[in-house]
Every structure is written in structure tokens, then in C-alpha cells.
């Protein structure tokens, strides 16, 4: 049921949130979570599923019109099993290539991770910015728009890595983080001397503690998780009208296509309910 199904009052279509209220987040693997933990710090009373897609992971390295094939049938297996009253896409590459294809094609509200490229522009001061993502959100065109929209004054480095993703991936099931491919991937950033970078991936911020262990110079680290907090709020408290953030334990609930669980999750400070396998025809 959702939060406008839910109002008995009839005469207010504003009321508080509550435990008909979910959420949901998808991605292709665990990197999502780092969204994850912002919504769960911005809203703690709110439910939220996290839809992690292993069996095609990963989104970055996929094809557009693989990447629309598979999130459709993903959007429309998980919205057949609960409504949901909002949808994050919480995937970089995966954003920029679907998000049109699903508000066009399912009646609720999603929401999407994009490199953090205006802030970072803005806020750079030697006016050197590095972006470091997936080859997929790299060479992507919608990438590139924003780049020529917000860095025209701005020197842009960008540098994508798969490598990063799975190091974080072996991270929060208790590997360990093999430093000397981050040190690699952040080393043409140093000699640039770049002092802002966006990480346009959701994987990279799970391994900040590493990352801030390789760099040795001053830097300013961009994404995109509490921008995205903020917008589904907003949605959440304008478009659906919700209030107040009633005082209820908040429900999670996690789902994988493989075999895995979030009981593998050993280094995720939260822990979840509910870990079930979805197939996905």
C-alpha cells in the first residue's frame, strides 16, 4: 500500500510516514549501500529494500540496450512482488542510460545517481578536477554533457575503473583491499595536481578509508549519496505528501539474484531482516 493509499482522514492528503512507506534501491552489485547508508542516516524511520543484481553484475560494463532489457524486467519483477512508493536506480552507469525508458514505463517515481561534476567544479580551487567512475559512466555522452555544461573553466581528468569495483565488493565481504590498485588508479591525479575529485561510482565510497590511506596530497572527495538523500525527501514529503517521519523501527529487507546473502556482508555496519534470492526470467 502506498503512502497516499493509506490516509483514512480522506479531508488531508498529507500524513505521517509510516510503515507502508518503502523505498527501493538497485544496483548491480553492493555499491548501492553506499546510498544506502545515507538514506538510512537522513531517514532512519524509513523502509527501505535493497535489490542488489549480482547475476548481471556489473552494470558498468554492459551495453545500453542490455542494461534497458535487464532493469525493465528487474523494475517490473520486484514492483509485481510489492508496490513501492519510490524507485533508486542506484547506479551511476545504469542512470545515465535508463532512467528515461522506466519513468516512461512504470507509474512511480525513480530516482538516479549521476556524477557529482557542478559541485566539483565549483568547489575546486586550483580549478583541476579528477572523475573517477566506471568505463561505462566514463564514456558515456551523458557524462560528457555535463562536463560541457558545468567544466568549461575547469581542467577534467577522467579515469575509469572496474578494479575499484570489485575491490569494494571484496571489502564488505571481509577481503582484503588490495591497495596498490587504488594507488594506481589514483596516481595521474597526483601528478595533475588535482585537488577535488568526484567518485561516479557508487562502489568507490565504501572504500574511502583506503582511498584517504594512498592519497598523500591535499583533496576533496565528491559524490553523490547525501544529494540523493535530499532528493528522495523531497519526493517523499512534496509529491507524496508525507509530513512527519513517524518514530518506528525501520524495516530492511535485502534481495540477490545469486546466491550470496546480506549475511555476507560481514564489513556493512547495518543489518537486514529479510535476505531472499529473486529470479529475474
Known sequence: ?????????????????????RVLLIDSGIGGLSVFQCLAKKMPYLNID??????????????????ITRLQKVVETLLSTRPYDLVVIACNTASTVVLPVL????????????????????????????????????????????????GCDVELTLIGSCELVLEAEKKLSGQSVNIDI??????????????????GCTHFPLLMDELNEVVDWP?????????????????????????????????????????SS???LVNFPISFSDHQRIIIQ
Open 219 to 259: 583533496v576533496q572527495w565528491i559524490d553523490s549519496g547525501k544529494a540523493i538523500a535530499c532528493r528522495v525527501e523531497c519526493l517523499l514529503r512534496n509529491d507524496l505528501k508525507i509530513k512527519e517521519f513517524e518514530p518506528v523501527d525501520a524495516i530492511y529487507r535485502f534481495y540477490n539474484t545469486n546466491e
Open 50 to 67: 535493497y535489490f542488489c543484481d549480482h547475476e548481471f553484475f556489473p552494470y558498468g560494463t554492459k551495453t545500453p540496450d542490455s542494461l
Open 262 to 264: 546480506a549475511s555476507d
Open 182 to 199: 587504488l594507488r594506481a588508479a589514483l596516481k595521474p591525479f597526483k601528478a595533475l595536481e588535482i585537488d577535488t575529485i568526484v567518485l
Open 103 to 150: 519513468r516512461a514505463t512504470f507509474d512511480v517515481p525513480f530516482v538516479g545517481v549521476v556524477p557529482a561534476i557542478k559541485p566539483a567544479c565549483q568547489m575546486s580551487k586550483t580549478r583541476k578536477v579528477g572523475l573517477l567512475a566506471t568505463e561505462g559512466t566514463v564514456t558515456r555522452e551523458y557524462t560528457h554533457n555535463l562536463i560541457e555544461e558545468f
Open 1 to 21: 500500500m502506498s503512502a497516499s493509499e493509506s490516509d483514512s482522514g480522506g479531508a488531508d492528503n498529507t500524513e505521517t510516514l509510516d510503515s507502508n512507506v
